[in-house]
């Protein structure tokens, strides 16, 4: 049986990739589908690809496509979630700040250096107007750095998908002044190039069964409680994230590509843009 890796960040949007596994539905088509949490983020799981410490990542667009350009010998393969990754910009509980425009040239925890966490700081940046030349960065590594760096005063804010940090927020550690949506869908998936040249039968399995999984994801029973439960969050918190989310089967367009690309230039993100065949696989 073909093993294959694939990694994500340990979040309620890859649920449908563990029912997947536990349910034996990739075993079933000959494939041995090991599954790794990354709570890094996105620049954590770039590195991986490069590295060949993964085949297939399910990954911030943003991320991503920033790391192709740079140099990372993946493809992204198809759009996994449609719908934008909700960001909530927090400060710690008892901050001065109680406004996002008093938050201009403070200082963010990033996860690390090319996550999505720094990237979407240049973003919401941009939306305000202010220089992304004086945005400064305190490195955490995960949202439980971030809570630290927050509260003893080595960072000042902090941009975190906002319903898995809302329990951070219900439990009096961090306070949600404000709300910054991508403007793209949020995660995709991505492969290595030599995983597409070596085994594309495997690639094209794995997807069938994901796509059949997230068609019907929200239909099944009891799946909020499941949620709730699996990711520590209110269940009225997921019936909302639950009406909001959009999981996708279809692959990412030449357009939205280019959407992506074209912000991310205009940030100096990246310094150059790529081709939609460099970035996707067709």
């Not at 996860?111 to 960065?137: C, E, H």
């Not at 796509?211 to 909302?240: A, P």
Request: aromatic share 8%; hydrophobic share 40%; proline share 4%.
């Amino acid at each position: 049986m073909k093993t294959i890796r694939i990694a994500g960040v340990p979040e309620h949007f890859n649920l449908p990739w563990h029912l997947s596994i536990d349910n034996n539905e990739f075993e079933e088509q000959g494939v041995n589908l090991q599954w790794t949490d990354v709570p890094e983020g996105t620049g954590k799981l770039c590195q991986m690809l490069r590295n060949n410490e993964t085949d297939i990542a399910v990954i911030l667009t943003e991320g991503i496509v920033k790391d192709i350009i740079a140099g990372n010998p993946s493809k992204i393969l198809q759009i996994y979630v449609e719908s934008p990754l909700i960001w909530g910009i927090h400060v710690a509980a008892n901050s001065k700040y109680k406004k996002l425009s008093e938050l201009e040239n403070t200082k963010i925890a990033i996860s690390r250096p090319g996550s999505g966490s720094q990237l979407m700081a240049y973003v919401n940046a941009g939306i305000q107007g202010w220089d992304t030349k004086n945005l400064q960065f305190e490195t955490i590594n995960t949202i439980e750095g971030a809570a630290k760096a927050l509260t003893n005063g080595t960072a000042d804010y902090f941009m975190w998908e906002r319903f898995m940090t809302k329990p951070f927020v219900d439990n009096g550690i961090f306070r949600r002044i404000a709300d910054c949506p991508t403007p793209w869908p949020c995660f995709v998936i991505a492969v290595t190039d030599e995983l597409l040249k070596t085994d594309p039968k495997s690639i094209k399995k794995i997807l069938k069964i994901i796509n059949e999984r997230t068609k019907n994801f929200k239909e099944i029973s009891n799946i909020d409680s499941t949620l709730s439960n699996n990711y520590n969050q209110k269940i009225k918190d997921i019936r909302e994230w639950l009406s909001l989310t959009k999981w996708s089967q279809k692959q990412l367009s030449e357009q939205m590509l280019n959407n992506v690309q074209n912000q991310l230039l205009t940030l100096s993100i990246i310094d150059k843009k790529g081709t939609f065949a460099e970035i996707v696989k067709s």
